[in-house]
């Protein structure tokens, strides 16, 4: 037995019958929908993908029709942007939210951010203090905690002038032109 997808009518060997049997080929017309979005523009699918796969799920057909449904087109939307990944198709019919935009990932960002911040500037301020002894040997006690101390852009700053440096009197006219800010009680407060 076949549909023709075009009269709703069944046929079996050339013989017309009532219109189809719901229960026997729910999908059927479901699918047919697809054709319409045998469009070139991917943009225009793009933006109608999300309201067929709604019509999808809200139409009347048995959970495991409607599944079937939904993974074909799905599986035909991965096809037709054939760049994209699962998770991207996905996000593009609203069944997955980005990562970057769930709260739970923005508060892990926002809990964490200061310590980030905090470990990175550590990695820099190692890297100046190799380079410097490299540059110019031992770092006295006070040099190495004036460095410390610097904050990230003033670390960026050391960074291109110890290039000019040649003797530790230069790193001491460096820091005296260059004092860290004090840190204030606010400044240290979680």
């Known amino acids: 037995m076949t549909?023709?997808?075009?009269?709703?009518?069944?046929?079996?060997?050339?013989?017309?019958?009532?219109?189809p049997d719901p229960t026997r080929a729910p999908a059927a017309g479901h699918l047919s929908a697809l054709s319409a979005y045998l469009v070139e523009d991917r943009e225009r699918l793009r933006e109608q993908a999300p309201l067929a796969y709604g019509q999808i799920q809200?139409?009347?057909?048995?959970?495991s029709a409607r599944?079937?449904?939904?993974?074909?087109?799905?599986?035909?939307?991965?096809a037709r942007f054939q760049d994209q990944t699962l998770e991207e198709i996905l996000i593009m019919l609203g069944e997955m939210t980005?990562?970057?935009?769930?709260?739970?990932?923005?508060?892990?960002?926002?809990k964490n951010k200061p310590i980030w911040l905090e470990e990175?500037?550590?990695?820099?301020?190692q890297l100046v203090l190799r380079l410097l002894r490299r540059r110019l040997g031992k770092l006295t006690k006070?040099?190495?905690?004036?460095?410390?101390?610097?904050?990230?852009?003033?670390?960026?700053?050391?960074?291109?002038?110890?290039l000019?440096?040649?003797?530790?009197?230069?790193?001491?006219?460096?820091?005296?032109?260059?004092?860290?800010p004090q840190q204030t009680a606010c400044d240290t407060a979680p």
């Not at 809200?58 to 959970?63: D, H, K, R, S, T």
């Not at 449904?69 to 799905?74: P, S, Y």
């Not at 006070?142 to 610097?150: G, I, M």
């Not at 440096?165 to 460096?174: I, K, P, V």
């Open 3 to 19: 549909i023709n997808m075009h009269t709703d009518k069944q046929t079996h060997r050339g013989a017309r019958t009532a219109a």
């Open 58 to 63: 809200q139409a009347p057909l048995p959970e």
């Open 67 to 78: 599944r079937q449904c939904l993974d074909v087109f799905q599986s035909w939307l991965l």
């Open 98 to 110: 980005p990562l970057e935009q769930t709260r739970a990932y923005r508060e892990i960002v926002a």
């Open 120 to 125: 990175g500037r550590q990695r820099e301020v």
């Open 142 to 162: 006070a040099q190495q905690a004036s460095v410390q101390s610097l904050p990230v852009d003033q670390l960026e700053d050391l960074t291109e002038a110890l």
């Open 164 to 180: 000019d440096f040649s003797a530790a009197a230069d790193l001491e006219t460096w820091l005296a032109a260059h004092p860290a």
